[in-house]
C-alpha cells in the first residue's frame, strides 16, 4: 500500500496518473463524441429522435445518399481549392512575413506582434469585415481595384460562380496568415547564427543559405505548420456563413459548411454526421504527419 | 463611521433580502424572436413593456437573428432548455406543431376574452393550425409587391409594369450603368428569402410547391438570368436579403425592387424621391395572381412549466395587434383591426396596396419538412441563375427532389 502511495507521489505512478487523467480527459470529451457521430452516420436521426438512444440503423444508406447528391462533386471541389489554397497562401505569405522580421529593423518585433491582431479576432468578425471588402457593387476590394485600373468591370466575389470561393480563401488567408507567421518565426530563430556565418564565409549566397541551412532545418517546423494548417483549415466555419454562406448554388460550399447546413439546415442529422465522418479521414492523416514531423520535438 | 457603515450594510442586506424576495415571486417567461435584431420590432417592445408591469410576471426576452432562430429552437427543445414562447416564420411552425412540441391552445383560445380564432385571415390561421388544433396565433403577416422610383419612371414615361414582360421592358429602359443604376432588383439568395420571392412566380404559372416546373418558372428564370448576364440587374441578388437588396432601391441605385411592407419605414426615411408600389406583375394581363404570404406566429413551447403565464403574455401581445402597423410597418394578421392613416400619404397608399395584394397571397406548405422542399426551391433557382443549369434542368431536378421529400 505505502509503495503504491510512494509511487504515487514520486515515480511511475505519478506518470500514469497524469497519463491516465489526460487519457480520460480526452475519451470523455473527444474519444465519446466521435464514436458518437460516427454512430449518428449509420442511423436515421431527425431532430425529434435526436435525443433519444436507439434510432432505426441505416448502415450505409447515409453514405449512398451523400455520394449521390449533385452537389457533392462540386463540394468536394471546393474543399480541395479552399484547403490547399489556403495552406498555401498562408505558408508562403507567412514564411515570406518570417524571415522579413528576420532581418534586424526599428520596432520589427513590435510590428511582428501586431499581426497577431488578426489571429485573435474572431471568425465572425473577420468574415463580416471581409464581407464588406469583397461586396459587388460598393466594396472595398473592387473600388481599390478600380481606382488602380486593374479591372474595369464590377467583380462580384461573393455573387459570381467562378470567384466565391476564392473569395473565402482569400479572407482565410489573412485569418491564418499571422499564426503560419509567428510558428514559423519560432523555427527561424532557433536556428544558429553561426551556421550562416560559417556559409557565407565559404560563399554562398542568399538563394543558396535559404535552400540549404534554413529548409533542411526547418523541416519540423514546416511539417508541423502545414499539418496544423490543414486541420485549421478543415475546422474554419465561420467565413462561410458570414461571407457567402455557401452559395451562390453551393460554388462556394464546402464539406464543413455543408455538414451543417444538412444538420441545421435540413435537419438531417445523420447525414450532417456523415459528411463529417468522412472529413475525419482526412484530418487524421493530417493529424499523422504532425505527429510524424514533431516526432523528434520532446523526449521525456 | 463603524456606526454608520453598520447602519449601511444592515440597510444593504435588507434590500438584497427584499429583492431576492420579490424574485422569488416573479414567474419569468422566456420570450424568443427575431425582433429587435436590426430594427426595433413588437416582441421585444410587448416584453419589455410586460415586464415592467406589475404583475409577477417577468419577461426575458432573447433576439435570436433570423438565420438561427429554428435551429437553436429545435436545439433548446432536443435538450430541454426551449423558450416559453418562441416566435417563428410561419412555413417553420408546423415542424414543431406537428410533433407536439408546441402547446395546443385551442381551448385557452375559446375561454379567452382577449384572443378571438374567428378574426383572424384564412392564410395565417392555416399556418398555425395541425390537425384541426390551434398551437399558435399569428403575429403579423406580409406580402410582396414592386416598388418603382416614381420619379425615374416618370422621367421615362414608362407606367408601373404590370406584367412579367412590362417589368423587363421597363428594368431595361430604367438601367444606366454609367451612373450605377440597376434596372431593378430582387433577392435570389439561398436561403428562404430566395424561395418566398421565387414561389409566387411558381404559383401563378399554375404550379405550387409541390408542382414546381411550370413552363412560367422556366420563362422567369431565363429572363431574369438574361437581365443579370446584361448588368440590368446585379448579380449581387444572389447573396443579398430584401433587406439590403431594397436598400439599394432607397439609395437610388435600381429603379424598381421586389419586397415588402417592412420596407415602407425606411424608405419615407431614407429614399429622397418619389415612390410607389404596385401589386407583383404577372404573366399576362388579367392572368392569375399570387404573392408570398410571409410573417412570424407566437407559440407556446409545450414544455413550459408555467403555461397560464406564458398565455398572458401571449394575450398582452395580441391585445396590442393595434400597434403593429402604425409603430413597426407590419400588417396584423387578423381583420378586424383598424388601420389609422399615418398622415404620410406614401405610406398610406402602399398599406392600401399590400392589403390589396394580401388576397393573393398563398402560404408556403403547411409541411413538416418545409425546409426541405425549400431548399429544393432555392438550389433550383440559384442553379438557374448562375447558369450551372437550364431552367428546365434545375426544376426538373428540384421537382425530383421534392417528389422524394412528399411521398
Known sequence: ?????????????????????????????????????????FQEVD????????????????????VSQPEFGLVMRNTGIFVFGSIAGQFAFGFALAIFFMAKFPFASTIRGLFLVSWVMPGLVVGAIWGWILAGDFGVLNAVLQGLGIIDETMFWKSDPALSIWAVTMANIWLGLAFNMMLLSVGLAAIPRDLYEAAELDGANGFQRFTTITVPMMRSTIGAVLALGLIYTLQQFDLFPAITEGGPANSSNVAQYWAWQWSFRIFDFAKGATVSVMMLAFVLIASAVYVWSTRAEVRG | MTRNLRI?????????????????EDVTITVWSIDGDDRPGPSDTFSA????????????????????????????????????????????????????AFLDITDMVAESDVIDQDAYFEGPLNSVMWDGRLYGVGKYTDTIGLFYNADMLEEAGIEPPQTWAEFEEAARALADPEAGVYGATLSARGNEEGTFQFL???????????????????????????MIDDGIMSQDVLSLGQWDSTGTFNNGNAAMAISGPWEIDRMVEDAEFDWGVTLLPTFEEGAERSSALGGFNLGIMSTTEHPEEAFEVLEYFVSQDDRLFPEFGYLPTRGDVELPESGVPLKDAALTLFQEQLQYAQPRGPHPDWQQISKAIYDAEQAALTGQMTPDEALSQAQSTIDGILN
Open chain 1, 47 to 66: 431532430m425529434f429522435n435526436l435525443a433519444a438512444f436507439s434510432r432505426p440503423w441505416a448502415g450505409l444508406d447515409n453514405y449512398r445518399e451523400i
Open chain 2, 200 to 226: 409566387p412566380v411558381i404559383q401563378m404559372s399554375g404550379g405550387s410547391y409541390e408542382n414546381v416546373n411550370t413552363e412560367g418558372a422556366r420563362e422567369w428564370l431565363t429572363m431574369v438570368k438574361g
Open chain 2, 49 to 100: 413593456e410586460f415586464s415592467e408591469m406589475d404583475n409577477g410576471i417577468t419577461v426575458d426576452y432573447r433576439v435570436v437573428p433570423f438565420d438561427e432562430i429554428v435551429n437553436e429552437t429545435l436545439r433548446a427543445y432536443a435538450t430541454g432548455n426551449a423558450p416559453d414562447i418562441v416566435s417563428l416564420d410561419n412555413p417553420d411552425f408546423a415542424l414543431f406543431s406537428s410533433r407536439g
Open chain 1, 1 to 41: 500500500m505505502r509503495r503504491i502511495l510512494s509511487s504515487l507521489t514520486d515515480g511511475k505512478g505519478f506518470d500514469l496518473l497524469l497519463v491516465g487523467i489526460t487519457l480520460i480527459f480526452l475519451i470523455l470529451l473527444a474519444g465519446l463524441p466521435l464514436v458518437y457521430n460516427v454512430l449518428l452516420s
Open chain 2, 8 to 24: 449601511l450594510l444592515g440597510a444593504a442586506s435588507a434590500i438584497a433580502i427584499a429583492g431576492a424576495a420579490a424574485a422569488q
